[in-house]
């Protein structure tokens, strides 16, 4: 499944151009951009990051990193799919942001968050501490060593899953702890589990029905093995990465 996660990924880095890829991630930081506080006015903010951040993401897609595909900008391609989205594309260099320390790259676990993928591994053995919340929990702007997730792992030694992703809300809280962490607990019931959500006053967003609606009936993401392997679903891979194809399709078109 690794294997194949790869090949795809580069397939779609090589049959797409570098501007959809872009244009994409320009999109994005604009959103992310208005949904953020700031101590600096916004339009400085922006300026900041189309004449500082962007010529970095430039260079990173060049080098083969892709953007961060992040939930809540993909959750309208899944409304008529039989899931909801947590993470980015698996087992890929994807980059985040630059605060003036350099962009922050790093690469998706199996599936699609920024964890070290064994982790998933030792969930049988060891349970685990799952952190659910926004670009904070995922460590946007920061190296993997300086997420507060890793600090947690490195100081109480516990096995630890970053549930975390940029422009998440109380929507995508449900959706994980629906389709990621409930089926695990309720499968894996011998070991010990923690939940840590994490809130922020920007996630105080209004009701939408259509989405409230889907979350009623997403189906699980993880699949088991008998080995004790826990894998997204095949049905769910393959919905993602058509969607993504989808996307990067839409740009190119519209470029």
């Not at 506080?37 to 970095?56: A, G, N, S």
């Not at 629906?178 to 499968?187: D, E, N, R």
């Not at 409230?212 to 392997?229: D, E, M």
């Amino acid at each position: 499944m690794k294997f194949k996660g790869i090949v795809l990924n580069c397939a779609l880095f090589c049959s797409a151009s570098i501007f959809p890829l872009l244009a994409y991630s320009f999109l994005e930081e604009l959103i992310s951009v208005k949904h953020q506080d700031f101590q600096v006015p916004y339009d400085k903010e922006l300026k900041r990051q189309i004449e500082f951040d962007y010529p970095f993401k430039i260079n990173s897609v060049k080098e083969g990193n892709l953007p961060t595909f992040y939930p809540a900008e993909t959750l309208k391609y899944f409304l008529s799919s039989k899931f909801y989205p947590v993470g980015t594309l698996p087992y890929t260099n994807s980059y985040l942001c630059n605060e003036g320390y350099g962009l922050v790259t790093y690469k998706s676990d199996r599936f699609g968050m920024r964890n070290k993928d064994q982790n998933w591994d030792k969930i049988n053995k060891e349970g685990a501490t799952f952190f659910i919340g926004d670009s904070y929990t995922n460590g946007a702007c920061v190296d993997d060593e300086y997420t507060f997730t890793e600090v947690f792992e490195t100081l109480v030694g516990a096995n630890t899953i970053n549930l975390g992703a940029g422009n998440n809300g109380p929507n995508e809280y449900i959706a994980n702890l629906k389709g990621v962490v409930k089926p695990i607990i309720s499968t894996i019931k011998k070991q010990k589990f923690d939940i840590v959500l994490v809130f922020y006053d920007n996630d105080n967003v209004g009701f939408n029905e259509t989405v409230v609606k889907h979350l009623s009936v997403i189906r699980p993401i993880p699949v088991f093995t008998k080995g004790g392997r826990i894998n997204p679903s095949k049905e769910y891979n393959l919905t993602f990465n058509r969607i993504i194809k989808k996307i990067i399709l839409q740009m190119k078109r519209e470029s």
